[in-house]
T-cell receptor, first 115, second 116 residues
Framework: SAVISQKPSRDICQRGTSLTIQCQVD?????MFWYRQQPGQSLTLIAT?????????ESGFVIDKFPISRPNLTFSTLTVSNMSPEDSSIYLC????????????FGEGSRLTVL | AQSVTQLDSQVPVFEEAPVELRCNYS??????LFWYVQYPNQGLQLLLK??????LVKGINGFEAEFNKSQTSFHLRKPSVHISDTAEYFC??????????????FGKGTHLIIQP
């Protein structure tokens, strides 16, 4: 299994600012993903973080709003840019490829509140 | 593309009673199926997964699920629940990619409420 740590665990941000969330995995993982979980909702895939290349974004998410980096096999960042209250959500990092086919491990999430 | 439907947003059950949480999926390709649990203010934890082989899979905490291809279902069951099982349960699907992890598509979740 893989242990995934995220920072910050929670933050309160002002409208128009940007925040970068860090995701650290304790072992190398093939795939890393970023999800968003809005209040009372399920998880929605934002993008696949590709090591050494540009992230692959899902429909409805764009790089200008959610730039992602993945410099190596154990680390990734997600930036939420020019935040508005609609961006208030839990952002979860996940990784897989070490625990068996198809299995993903999740961090505990970063809870953002935008005022 | 895949989709997942969890038919019940909330399921109240008395302690020590059995429970079934329903999940149906749709996909144009073969799939892997998962159940995750999210306890309050925590991340997601894998309960069990179906990749291939026996259609009845057993997971942690006494949970099991049965894959039914003809009904495109993957319902989660537990014969006797405890207060500690109160949590949000997510069914998820991944399209078969021949190996490696794909991004999962999640259902909307079922909130299991255990009543004393």
């Amino acid at each position: 299994s893989a242990v995934i740590s995220q920072k910050p665990s929670r933050d309160i941000c002002q409208r128009g600012t940007s925040l970068t969330i860090q995701c650290q995995v304790d072992s190398q993982v093939t795939m890393m993903f970023w999800y968003r979980q809005q209040p009372g909702q399920s998880l929605t895939l934002i993008a696949t973080a590709n090591q050494g290349s540009e992230a692959t974004y899902e429909s409805g998410f764009v790089i200008d709003k959610f730039p992602i980096s993945r410099p190596n096999l154990t680390f990734s960042t997600l930036t939420v840019s020019n935040m508005s209250p609609e961006d208030s959500s839990i952002y979860l990092c996940s990784g897989g490829g070490t625990g068996g086919v198809g299995e993903l491990f999740f961090g505990e999430g970063s809870r953002l509140t935008v005022l | 593309a895949q989709s997942v439907t969890q038919l019940d947003s909330q399921v109240p059950v008395f302690e020590e009673a059995p429970v079934e949480l329903r999940c149906n999926y749709s996909s144009s390709v073969s799939v892997y199926l998962f159940w995750y649990v999210q306890y309050p203010n925590q991340g997601l934890q894998l309960l069990l997964k179906y990749l291939s082989g026996s259609t009845l899979v057993k997971g942690i905490n006494g949970f099991e699920a049965e894959f039914n291809k003809s009904q495109t279902s993957f319902h989660l069951r537990k014969p006797s629940v405890h207060i500690s099982d109160t949590a949000e349960y997510f069914c998820a699907v991944s399209g078969y990619s021949g190996g490696g992890a794909d991004g999962l598509t999640f259902g909307k979740g079922t909130h299991l409420i255990i009543q004393p």
